[in-house]
């Protein structure tokens, strides 16, 4: 088990060998149950270290000033400014109308709701969002 894991340390990242550790492991915890066998050999393995990740994508803060210094004055600068400062994913951002926007929120509210947008729709192919969980509100910083 360890040697097969170390095998596949070559090609898959530590997240994913943890992932199919995981899977094992309840895997024979099952037939554990079922006594299918009587040993659980996955408790005896660790996880190896495997590849790192792929490089992260995001802007460093010099970037994104370039990018919002390059945007000013025009049209693309609140977009941007927007998707910067929440994070959102473009095509969620571009199905944005001002009934999701609200600039003001509730202070007087109990705790007290600040300015949001709401982002429940996206471009995408029947205009739903990546994922259920991606459907969100975000607060406006």
């Known amino acids: 088990m360890d040697k097969w894991l170390a095998d596949k340390a070559k090609t898959l ?32 393995c660790s996880v190896p270290r495997g590849k790192d990740g792929r490089p992260s994508k995001a802007l460093t803060l010099a970037q994104a000033e370039a990018v919002l210094k390059a945007a000013e004055g025009t049209r693309m600068h609140g977009y941007l400014v927007l998707a910067l400062l929440t994070g959102a994913r473009t095509e969620e951002l571009r199905a944005l109308t001002w009934d999701h926007v609200d600039l003001e929120g509730d202070p007087d509210a109990d705790p ?25 509100t975000l607060a406006l910083p």
Do not use: E, F, Q
């Not at 899977?23 to 408790?43: E, H, I, P, Q, T």
């Not at 007290?112 to 969100?136: L, M």
């Open 13 to 44: 990242s530590t997240s994913t060998l943890r992932l199919i550790r995981s899977y094992l492991n309840r895997s024979v915890k099952r037939a554990m149950a079922r006594d299918l066998v009587k040993r659980n050999v996955v408790d005896l």
């Open 112 to 136: 007290a709701v600040p300015p949001y947008v709401a982002v429940w729709r996206s471009v995408r192919t029947g205009g739903d969002t990546k994922t259920r969980k991606s459907r969100r």
